[in-house]
């Protein structure tokens, strides 16, 4: 059984943005300290922190200044390089650990993950060769970069082999992964705790609204059948469990009109589906995480009140006043300098009022 860290102790986070930032707050609620390990010198994370070591991920002497420093050590973002992963683990405990973020980092992989695990996904073929597309049938389909790809990036949509040789060749000749569109209803994500002792824990499933690739909204309650509820949330503790993983994992998922599930991605860390969780559910997925990690009990996960979470893009945030005069909303803005289009700058959770109507 892994030993209870007690408050007081460090924690380690491998990645500097918005999702480090409000792990660190909530671990400084339950009485933490963190330091961030980030090669920016401007970390929206480190402003929060106890500490910053700034390095390159490839840096193993800085990796292992770093873990020298906590008790602990997580990440924050599923893109962190692999051997960076390693290296801490070399020093100290890391939770998740190697193998999520080895799955998580290549689709190809992610898919092969979801199948050995019994879980439905989109067809999907593999794609590093112009025979692979001689050979292709998943089509109308994405053709989709192996790894770093998020928030629609390194995708491209194609309807027959032309068009599909044409994106490769665009892409660069990378391996890819080649998924069949799918005829969903609606997308959703379970995110789901697991401690150290197998013990689980899936918040509530959100119903989630994309644009453009990124998300854009997350409903909860999602009014969704209880059985495609279940079934969600099964899938999620499968994925955990497999993974072997402590900490935090988000499985996106497709419902298809015929009412199957079908897994799209997963990320083993908090995820923008679960922001949610901080003004209405009575754990947030940021102390979840921390509770996991440092071998804690795991919270409860009851909804305090309906709840709708908005994506603030770009220059949305601008409007950061509109939102202070609502009274439903709770405004999270991430600190972040300039804002561009597609970049994540906040959000706003619109919760509902006791005796109020569901949030808009």
């Not at 389909?141 to 390194?154: A, S």
Request: net charge neutral; aromatic share 6%.
């Amino acid at each position: 059984m892994t030993q209870m860290l007690p408050p007081g102790s460090t924690i380690g986070i491998l990645g500097g943005g918005q999702l480090g930032r409000m792990t660190a707050l909530a671990a400084a609620r339950l009485g933490y300290r963190c330091i961030v390990f980030s090669p920016e010198a401007d970390s929206v994370a480190a402003e929060v922190s106890a500490g910053h070591v700034r390095g390159d991920y490839a840096d193993s002497a800085a990796l292992a200044r770093f873990a020298a420093q906590v008790d602990v050590v997580t990440y924050e973002f599923e893109n962190v390089p692999e051997a960076a992963v390693a290296e801490c683990l070399r020093h100290r405990p890391v939770r998740p650990g190697v193998r999520p973020i080895h799955v998580a980092q290549h689709r190809l992989r992610e898919k092969e993950f979801f199948r050995a695990a019994g879980i439905g996904t989109a067809d999907y073929q593999a794609i590093s060769s112009m025979a692979d597309i001689a050979a292709a049938t998943a089509l109308p389909g994405i053709l989709k970069t192996c790894t770093d790809g998020y928030d629609g990036k390194g995708q491209v949509r194609v309807s027959n082999r032309t068009e599909l040789a044409a994106a490769w060749d665009r892409i660069g000749r990378r391996d890819c992964i080649l998924e069949g569109l799918v005829d969903f209803l609606c997308e959703i994500s379970a995110i789901v705790a697991r401690g150290a002792d197998g013990t689980t824990r899936c918040f509530p499933i959100g119903l989630n609204e994309h644009r453009d690739g990124i998300l854009r909204t997350t409903t909860v309650p999602s009014g969704l059948p209880a059985g495609t509820l279940s079934t969600a949330e099964r899938y999620g503790a499968q994925v955990a469990a497999s993974l072997d993983l402590v900490g935090l994992v988000a499985v996106e998922m497709f419902v298809t009109k015929d009412g199957s599930v079908l897994a799209n991605e997963m990320a083993p860390r908090p995820h923008n589906s679960g922001h949610w969780t901080i003004d209405a559910c009575v754990t947030s997925q940021f102390e979840q995480l921390v509770r996991a990690i440092c071998g804690l009990p795991l919270g409860a996960v009851d909804v305090l009140a309906p709840s709708r979470m908005l994506n603030l893009i770009g220059d949305e945030a601008d409007g950061w006043h509109r939102f202070l005069e609502e009274p439903s909303a709770r405004l999270h803005l991430y600190g972040k300098g300039q804002a561009r289009p597609g970049r994540k700058m906040g959000h706003v959770t619109y919760v509902q009022l006791p005796g109020g109507h569901r949030p808009a």
